[in-house]
T-cell receptor
Framework: AQSVAQPEDQVNVAEGNPLTVKCTYS??????LFWYVQYPNRGLQFLLK??????LVKGSYGFEAEFNKSQTSFHLKKPSALVSDSALYFC??????????????FGAGTRLAVHP | GAVVSQHPSRVICKSGTSVKIECRSL??????MFWYRQFPKQSLMLMAT?????????EQGVEKDKFLINHASLTLSTLTVTSAHPEDSSFYIC????????????FGPGTRLTVL
């Protein structure tokens, strides 16, 4: 079955420190992987995606993610966290079309709290 | 570019009434639109997928007579929650996907529905 796991409910980081938000996946075939961020009472904002090519993907707001096929992981990283990065982060995988539609399956989400 | 809007952003209604939520792609034509539901502190659950001019494809466990989806044009989809009950209270998020240039999903800001 296709699935996405985010093992941490919450990650706490001091401002200026590097941050990592973990994601592992289980899909058949080549994965299309995504990271989204959600601020309170808002929809999701796209951060970055991996389709093919370089394993290190750079995205919005200084975030990057590393695709690791052997570990089936796609961890989100940022070298220096900002208080404004505090939000809910979702990892997602696009599954093969069923009935003609590509679908996204989301992880449970990880709340990132960056402390001054 | 690739902006998706939702209206209303927040709605409170009485039990037994019906509520319509609109999702619009503002600067691109959305061949496919998705409707998600998000419970507090939980991930997004896909409710249904629709193509313009076609009937929606509902996920398992989602009542299609309860959650009516209309995708009448390439820029507008509506979700109607019929005979709403308090358990329908949730955060509803739509996303839109175009073709070729806008092949990934872009999310609306969400609609908070509270049924009294």
């Amino acid at each position: 079955a296709q699935s996405v796991a985010q093992p941490e409910d919450q990650v706490n980081v001091a401002e200026g420190n590097p941050l990592t938000v973990k994601c592992t996946y289980s899909v058949s075939g080549n994965p299309y992987l995504f990271w989204y961020v959600q601020y309170p009472n808002r929809g999701l904002q796209f951060l970055l995606k991996y389709i093919t090519g370089d394993n290190l993907v750079k995205g919005s707001y200084g975030f990057e993610a590393e695709f690791n096929k052997s570990q089936t992981s796609f961890h989100l990283k940022k070298p220096s966290a900002l208080v404004s990065d505090s939000a809910l982060y979702f990892c997602a995988v696009r599954v093969p079309p069923s009935g003609g539609y590509n679908k996204l399956i989301f992880g449970a989400g990880t709340r990132l709290a960056v402390h001054p | 570019g690739a902006v998706v809007s939702q209206h209303p952003s927040r709605v409170i209604c009485k039990s037994g009434t019906s509520v319509k939520i609109e999702c619009r792609s503002l600067d691109f034509q959305a061949t496919t639109m998705f409707w998600y539901r998000q419970f507090p502190k939980q991930s997004l659950m896909l409710m249904a997928t629709s193509n313009e001019g076609s009937k929606a494809t509902y996920e398992q466990g989602v009542e299609k007579d309860k959650f009516l989806i209309n995708h009448a044009s390439l820029t507008l989809s509506t979700l109607t929650v019929t005979s709403a009950h308090p358990e329908d209270s949730s955060f509803y998020i739509c996303s839109a996907r175009g073709s070729v240039v806008h092949n990934e999903q872009f999310f609306g800001p969400g609609t908070r529905l509270t049924v009294l």
